[in-house]
């Protein structure tokens, strides 16, 4: 018995049928598996790959963006505390939770970049350092804004918490932890990385896109308004889509089954399936006549299938023999006339 959730053994036990059916099935008869493991098994390993992909394209992103507009390897300190929010996240929220989501564990490329947001404040205003400045006053000025920002985004989080649903709930206590740390990490421990590795005082650090103007102040508002109203008007037109199966991932072998199937049985994944019970085969294959029959006679018996007709019950087959010997011997006589 193992829980359509459980991917470990899932993974486990397809394992095992594979191992069965190559011990016991013949090689001229095919055996085609399909089964909700299958599917989430299917989704698991190409979630495991989009995680893969997703956190190492954002994470060299972040990194090439840091070192191409800021050009001092000090900034690798803000990159190693959005680093560290990401990792502790990940191992506070599996002390609360059992297993962890992976669509959870796809969000931390966000929180990354939320850990960035707030570092990169104190990093910019530790800059005037090089300049005399002290940097206890610096901190003191910096952090009360800073604090107020990674509260308003703790907040905004929390809501996540009040969800009905428990995928919700956890990336919610995996983002706050992660900002939570991160916070902590930008005013106790960023400012004692820079002071250490302060070494050339009076020089100010390349840093691009600083110096320019901004030129047609009003235009460039106006042109921020439109495009605000833009996605405004745009958003009327956005709707939620229920249907889960549009999140589920199918691979081209279990597509291949379900064509495969359905050419067969017909479209079984939409019907009811019922299951007749015994205390042995015969008895449960008189329940599955007797379920046939009712079936049969109080509905249409369009879409009925059944494997009734094909392997019915030793009561029943006497009984249809002793029909047709009772037929044959009335009726023998004008057939052998005709």
Known sequence: SVDVTDISNAEKMLAELELLKEKIIPDNVDMYMVSPQSYSVANARAIKKDLFVVLSISSLCLIRLFFLFLKNWRASFVLLISFA??????????????????????FGSVLLGLSDDLSLHVYFALRREDRGRDPSLIISEVS??????????IA??????????????????????GVLVSLVFTLVLLPQMMQASLSNKGKTENILLIGGKVHRPLLIISIWIILLFACIWTGRNISFNGDLNKLNYK???????EVHIE??????RNKLMIFAEGDDIESALKVNDELFKYLSENTDGQGIVSIAP????????ESNIASWQSFWSDNKDKVSTL
Do not use: C, H, M
């Not at 691979?251 to 089954?257: A, G, P, T, V, Y």
């Not at 050419?263 to 079984?268: K, P, T």
């Open 263 to 268: 050419n067969i049985w017909g479209d079984v």
């Open 85 to 106: 929010s990401f990792a502790i996240a990940l191992v506070g929220v599996s002390f609360i939770y059992k297993a962890v989501s992976a669509i959870t564990i796809g």
């Open 251 to 257: 691979s081209d072998e279990l597509s291949n089954i």
């Open 310 to 317: 094909v392997l019915p019950s030793i009561k029943t087959q």
């Open 144 to 153: 009360r804004p800073v604090l107020f920002g990674g509260l308003i985004i």
């Open 156 to 177: 905004s989080l929390s809501l996540l918490l009040f969800s009905d649903l428990p995928g919700q709930r956890q990336l919610g206590a995996f983002s706050i932890i």
